[in-house]
């Protein structure tokens, strides 16, 4: 399928491996020019030399924190008049309900809450002067149903829902759409460390926990990058005006809902 977006320029925060990563290859894929970031330069560079050899786009690195506010200014630099945007940071780590302080707290709702709010308000004045634009936030799957141990993700990626529900049916009179894709279990360096900590905790080897949790998914697997990226991709193509302020679940069944 054609997605007609290609010519268009995205950022795709957090992009050097994992979800990130399988959104920025799918959008280049259709053609779209690229705004790409993530700490680590030489896994950043790495990956975006590969979309360049790949696909042909143009492709834009900038290495930095973008969950502090000069790392958010770096990024917007390289990333005035996008046309698509995909918020992305770390997950925060795992923990017991009565463990977390207000510090704690404070750092998740930065990474996963205040920072896409914050791409949000600088970009989307230039989508809605265009009158086209595309965002899609990654959040999880905790969104619509609580993972214990991830207490600070399921609190921060809520309150982006809301913020995203209210702000969506405010753009979409100007031709931008934004939707939230909700990750289940993928094949990440993420899983891989969340897989680790359950065997430390447990007392199981990586695989026994592994094997586990692909059990408990009716899709009997985790899901892998590109799978997700090409969800990400539809969401930002011409096909996708009319889906405004969802939350889409990418967790092969996983979470066990009628709706
Ligand atoms: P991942 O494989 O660990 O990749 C994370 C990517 O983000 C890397 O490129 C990393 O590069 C970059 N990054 C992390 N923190 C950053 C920061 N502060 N500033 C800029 N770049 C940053 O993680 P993932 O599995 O793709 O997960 C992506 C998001 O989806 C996370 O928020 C995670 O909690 C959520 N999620 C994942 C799953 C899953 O199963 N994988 C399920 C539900 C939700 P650097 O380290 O070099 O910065």
Same mark, same amino acid.
């Given at each position: 399928?054609?997605?007609? %977006?290609?010519?268009?320029?995205?950022?795709?925060?957090?992009?050097?491996?994992?979800?990130g990563?399988?959104?920025?290859e799918a959008l280049?894929?259709?053609?779209?020019?690229?705004?790409?970031?993530?700490r680590?330069a030489?896994?950043?560079e790495?990956?975006?030399?590969a979309?360049?050899?790949?696909?042909?786009?143009?492709v834009?690195?900038?290495?930095c924190?973008?969950?502090?506010p000069?790392?958010?200014?770096?990024?917007?630099?390289?990333?005035?008049?996008v046309?698509?945007?995909?918020?992305?940071a770390?997950g925060?780590?795992?923990?017991?309900?009565?463990?977390?302080?207000r510090e704690?707290?404070?750092?998740?709702?930065?990474?996963?809450m205040?920072?896409?709010?914050?791409?949000?308000?600088?970009l989307?004045?230039?989508?809605?002067?265009?009158?086209w634009?595309?965002v899609v936030?990654?959040?999880?799957?905790?969104?619509?149903?609580?993972?214990?141990?991830?207490?600070?993700?399921?609190?921060?990626?809520?309150?982006?829902?809301?913020y995203v529900?209210g702000?969506?049916?405010q753009?979409?009179?100007?031709?931008?759409? %934004?939707?939230n894709?909700?990750?289940?279990?993928?094949?990440?360096d993420?899983?891989?460390?969340?897989d680790?900590?359950?065997?430390?905790?447990?007392?199981?080897?990586?695989?026994?926990?592994?094997a586990?949790?692909?059990?408990?998914?009716?899709?009997?697997?985790?899901?892998t990058?590109?799978?997700?990226?090409?969800a990400?991709?539809?969401?930002?193509?011409?096909?996708?005006g009319f889906i %405004?302020?969802?939350?889409?679940?990418?967790d092969?069944?996983a979470?066990?809902l009628?709706?």
């Open positions: 399928m054609d997605l007609g %977006i290609g010519g268009k320029r995205a950022l795709v925060c957090a992009s050097s491996k994992g979800l990563l399988g959104c920025a280049a894929a259709a053609g779209v020019d690229l705004v790409m970031n993530a680590g030489e896994a950043l790495a990956s975006a030399e979309i360049r050899k790949e696909y042909g786009v143009t834009t690195t900038v290495a924190d973008v969950t502090t000069e790392g958010q200014a770096e990024v917007l630099k390289a990333a005035e008049g046309e698509i945007l995909v918020t992305n770390g925060p780590p795992p923990g017991k309900w009565s463990d977390w302080e704690d707290f404070i750092k998740a709702l930065d990474a996963n205040l920072t896409p709010i914050a791409f949000m308000k600088a989307l004045p230039g989508m809605i002067d265009k009158g634009g595309r936030n990654i959040t999880s799957q905790s969104v619509r149903a609580p993972i214990g141990v991830l207490g600070l993700s399921n609190s921060a990626r809520t309150g982006l829902t809301g529900a702000t969506s049916r753009v979409a009179p100007f031709g931008v759409a %934004i939707n894709l909700l990750p289940g279990i993928h094949d990440t993420r899983a891989v460390a969340l680790g900590g359950a065997s430390r905790a447990e007392n199981m080897t990586p695989e026994a926990v592994r586990r949790r692909e059990a408990s998914i009716p899709a009997r697997r985790y899901g990058r590109q799978e997700f990226g090409a990400c991709a539809f969401l930002c193509s011409q096909h996708a %405004i302020g969802q939350n889409l679940l990418v092969g069944g979470t066990n009628t709706m």
